[in-house]
């Protein structure tokens, strides 16, 4: 079955840190100039989708706000749907702004009814403080994603999971993770829209979550080795993707483009 729709990660798919991935640029202005869909889903919870959108069409690439899907987000619509009313301790400024733009209420006190841990470049330990008292106090504990690193220019650096991480181990308690590999936010885009999955592919770096979520939603995949997992690593985990590229300059020629 053809492909119709594309959903793209991000950071170690078509930049790393501030450098776009070779190629990509002009590898997605041929994927829509061929009619296919294109959508953009990120982990990284630390920013608002208005910033990914300008950040995006900064490097060169066409992007517009639609398309654009990240964990922040997702926690937005899941509080706004599933907690009403709630007031929710965040750790990210961009976070807090994508909250607030969907109505949800912030408390950065130890009272606050709801945890979300996520990516947070000015991670304080009293922010470490205020989020364990209020878990152990009985609020909701989410998290944006368990991304252990996330790929720059000069490497890796910590991701949202060594967040999470601290607080789970301190409170021995487990958080419910919104993004990838989970499918809510993969399941917003599907249902407005009206994407078939048969017809859709998934483009990531990380094979426990961006090809992991794919296998489980019966999605085709697409792994770029631009980013975090190594080519080794696909034996090892036994997620084999349809499509394993060096960069996403290689997927036009695949798609026939």
């Known amino acids: 079955m053809a492909i119709k729709n594309i959903i793209f990660d991000m ?3 078509l930049h790393v840190g501030k450098t776009p991935v070779s190629g990509a640029i002009d590898a997605l202005a041929k994927i ?16 608002t989708r208005e910033f990914f959108v300008e950040r995006l ?11 654009l899907y990240t964990s922040a ?28 733009k969907n109505g949800v209420e912030i408390d950065m006190s130890n ?25 152990l106090g009985g609020a909701v504990f989410l998290a944006s994603n368990e991304d252990a690193s996330y790929p ?6 910590p991701g949202a999971g060594a967040i999470v991480a601290a607080l789970e181990k301190s409170t021995g308690r487990k958080p419910m993770v919104i993004g990838k590999p989970q499918p809510l936010i993969l399941d917003m885009i ?53 499509y394993i ?6 997927l036009p020629g695949i798609l026939g483009l």
């Open 111 to 135: 009272k606050a009814e709801v945890v979300v841990a996520s990516l947070d470049m000015k991670l304080t330990y009293e922010k470490l403080v205020a989020a364990f008292q209020a878990i």
């Open 245 to 250: 590229i060096e960069t996403v300059d290689e």
């Open 11 to 13: 950071d170690g798919v």
């Open 152 to 157: 720059v220019e000069e490497g890796l650096k």
């Open 190 to 242: 599907i249902k407005k829209y009206g994407l078939d999955k048969e017809e859709t592919l998934m483009v990531g770096d990380r094979l426990e979550t961006d090809i992991l979520m794919a296998k489980q939603e019966g999605l085709k995949s697409a792994f770029a080795l631009s980013g975090v997992s190594k080519k080794e690593e696909v034996e090892k985990t036994g997620l084999k993707p349809e």
């Open 32 to 47: 829509r100039k061929g009619g296919i869909k294109v959508f953009f889903l990120t982990n990284n919870g630390e920013h």
């Open 57 to 67: 069409r900064n490097f060169g690439f066409e992007a517009h706000l639609e398309e």
């Open 73 to 100: 987000y997702g926690v937005a619509i899941y509080v706004k749907e599933n907690l009403p009313g709630k007031r929710v301790f965040v750790f990210s400024e961009g976070m807090r702004k994508e909250l607030e």
